[in-house]
């Protein structure tokens, strides 16, 4: 199937006017699909002429009606045996039937163990211990987790509030300097003016 305007079987054919084959080829020149096919038809060509042809005419044509494709008895039995649905839903059950009866008889019986009293008062208290002790190991593997996380987040804070404090103290610092400076440069002022002219 192509996407051209004409057919790509009659372009390959010779069977387009001059006109309609260059916009054939134009087309095929653009389009991807189309030149897939009409490469197709080459080799098919291409292996058709590649193929020997027969010498020898067949001299009799050969009919479903000739012994030669009769089926045999066994092969006719087989066919009307599985052509009737009856014969078949028969068969099916039979053989449903035989299952069940092979089943029954060669199952063996679920052994029952009969448990006294105080089996199951000891399976109880068995269980019991493994369930507590399986409770407290998921609760101190909880607690551990739990201890780590929260170091973690105390040493992450701790941290944080020595790198503030660092911070804070700096800051202070740097202030009490600027402050200094000024009071020192007031204190130098006040030594260089002359009395009556203090402010």
Known sequence: MSCSPFDLRDYFLDELAEEERRQV?????SCGGCQEELERLHITRATLLAMREEEEVPQRIGFVSDKVFEPSALRRAWQAFWGSSAKVG???AAMLS???????LFRQAPVVASLAPT???????QVAARVTAAVEKAVAESETRQAGKTAALLAAAQQQFESRRRSDMLNVE???TVLQKHYNVREMLARYEPPGEMK
Do not use: C, G, N, Y
């Not at 089996?119 to 208290?125: C, L, N």
């Open 25 to 29: 080829l134009q087309h095929v020149r």
């Open 90 to 92: 028969f068969a099916s």
């Open 98 to 104: 035989m299952a069940l009866v092979f089943f029954t």
């Open 119 to 125: 089996d199951t008062s000891r399976i109880e208290a």
């Open 174 to 176: 740097q202030r009490l």
